[in-house]
């Protein structure tokens, strides 16, 4: 059974900070994904890494695939409150299944 | 450009009744097509996948079921809701899941 663990569960920190969410597992992914999902919303994609060691930017976001493709990370560069939601990884395998990890419950205070 | 709608957005069942959910994709062709169910505040679980027509792939025992009827319609069902089938329900769809899914807005199902 394929897992992912997200770390840490829950996280409040003050706006300007920084912060790091992890997303790890003992199996092999073609890809791995990140949505961010507000409450009562569908979960909205954010970036997906599809290469070893592959680190992709979006604003303040970076998103980087572990070089073996088994884990990831997601660093929030100067929090600000509009970053406040659930984020989530999720690893494509070589079926069309794509698994979700058990979410990182991100809040930012002003 | 693709749009994917569920509906209903929130339902109230009593325990023994049957559900019906749908979900329908527009603007692409042979979606692979998706069922999750999220706890509150938690994971998605993986229910079902379809990659065609008439095409359903289980990833969990339990009393729902789905249906792919066309295309870019995937319809979940139950003949008897438990109370444990409580939780919010997503539909969505990928060209192909290595780049991502796309998600619909939700159904919140509530059995009593």
């Known amino acids: 059974t394929q897992l992912l663990e997200q770390s840490p569960q829950f996280l409040s920190i003050q706006e300007g900070e920084n912060l790091t969410v992890y997303c790890n597992s003992s199996?092999?992914?073609?890809?791995l994904q990140w949505y961010r999902q507000e409450p009562g919303e569908g979960p909205v994609l954010l970036v997906t890494?599809?290469?070893?060691?592959e680190v992709k930017k979006l604003k303040r976001l970076t998103f980087q695939f572990g070089d073996a493709r088994k884990d990831s990370s997601l660093h929030i560069t100067a929090a600000q409150p509009g970053d406040t939601g659930l984020y989530l990884c999720?690893?494509?395998?070589?079926?069309?299944?794509?698994?979700f990890g058990s979410g990182t419950r991100l809040l930012v205070r002003p | 450009s693709q749009t994917i709608h569920q509906w209903p957005a929130t339902l109230v069942q009593p325990v023994g009744s049957p559900l019906s959910l749908e979900c329908t994709v527009e603007?692409?062709?042979?979606?692979?097509l998706y069922w999750y169910r999220q706890a509150a505040g938690r994971g998605l679980q993986l229910l079902f996948y379809?990659?065609?027509?008439?095409?359903i792939s289980s990833e969990v025992p339990q009393n729902l079921s789905a249906s792919r009827p066309q295309d870019r319609q995937f319809i979940l069902s139950s003949k008897k809701l438990l109370l444990s089938d409580s939780g919010f329900y997503l539909c969505?769809?990928?060209?192909?899941?290595?780049?991502?899914?796309?998600f619909g807005e939700g159904s919140w199902l509530t059995v009593v």
């Open positions: 969505a769809w990928s060209a192909a899941v290595r780049r991502g899914v796309y």
């Open positions: 199996s092999v992914f073609s890809s």
């Open positions: 890494v599809v290469t070893g060691g």
């Open positions: 999720a690893g494509a395998d070589s079926s069309y299944k794509l698994i």
């Open positions: 603007g692409t062709s042979n979606p692979n």
């Open positions: 379809s990659v065609g027509i008439g095409q």
